[in-house]
C-alpha cells in the first residue's frame, strides 16, 4: 500500500517534448475527425437538395403528363409568346370552339390554366424551385413546331426543366430534359 502513495505523492510529470508530442497527435485527430464531420454534413444537405429538385421535377412532370392525358387535346400548339403550349378540344360536335388549356412556364412558375391565367398557388404547380429558363415545346414528328396556323394532332412535347434552389447561401441547380408523345 505504501508503494502506491508514494506514486501517488511523486512530483514527477511530463517533459516539454511529451506535452508538445502529445497535443500536436491530438490537435491531428481532432482535425481529421472534425474535416470528416463537416463533409458528411455538406455531403448530407447536398444529396437533400438534390432529391428535392428530383422530386419537384418529378411533379412537375408529371403535372404536364396527367393534364395533357386528362384532358385529350384533339390538337397541340405553341402559344403566341412561344413561352408554352395550348391543348385545344372541341367544345362538342356542333360547336366551331375550342376548349383551352395552357402549360406554360411564366415567371419562374409552372402554368397550368385558361390562356389569360397567370401564375397562381394551384397545388399541381407549386414548388420551391425557381423554374427561370425552363422551356415546353411541342413538334411533329420529323420536327416542324406546332403553331397556331399548323397545329399538330400528334406529335411529340419536348420538355427541359432548369430547377434552382438556393440553400445556406449556396444555388443549386439541376436541368431535366424529356420528350413524349401525344
Avoid at 16 to 23: N, S, T
Avoid at 35 to 42: D, S
Avoid at 134 to 143: M, N, Q, R, V, Y
Amino acid at each position: 500500500m505504501k508503494k502506491y502513495v508514494d506514486q501517488l505523492k511523486s512530483q514527477q510529470g511530463f517533459t516539454l517534448i511529451e506535452l508538445i508530442a502529445a497535443i500536436t497527435l491530438f490537435s491531428m485527430i481532432v482535425g481529421i475527425i472534425s474535416m470528416v464531420t463537416m463533409f458528411g454534413f455538406r455531403s448530407y444537405h447536398k444529396i437533400t437538395i438534390e432529391n428535392s429538385l428530383r422530386d419537384e421535377a418529378d411533379i412537375i412532370m408529371s403535372s404536364i403528363i396527367n393534364e395533357l392525358y386528362t384532358f385529350a387535346p384533339e390538337r397541340v400548339e405553341r402559344t403566341n409568346t412561344n413561352d408554352g403550349i395550348l391543348l385545344k378540344k372541341k367544345k362538342s360536335d356542333t360547336d366551331t370552339s375550342f376548349e383551352v388549356v395552357k402549360i406554360a412556364f411564366t415567371q419562374g412558375k409552372l402554368v397550368i390554366g385558361t390562356e389569360t391565367e397567370e401564375p397562381s398557388n394551384d397545388s399541381r404547380t407549386s414548388v420551391k424551385s425557381d423554374l427561370t429558363g425552363s422551356l415546353i415545346s411541342s413538334a411533329t414528328p420529323d420536327g416542324r413546331f406546332c403553331t397556331s396556323a399548323s397545329p399538330c394532332g400528334s406529335g411529340l412535347i419536348e420538355i427541359t426543366l432548369q430547377l434552382a434552389q438556393e440553400y445556406d447561401g449556396r444555388d443549386y441547380t439541376m436541368e431535366m430534359k424529356s420528350k413524349f408523345g401525344f
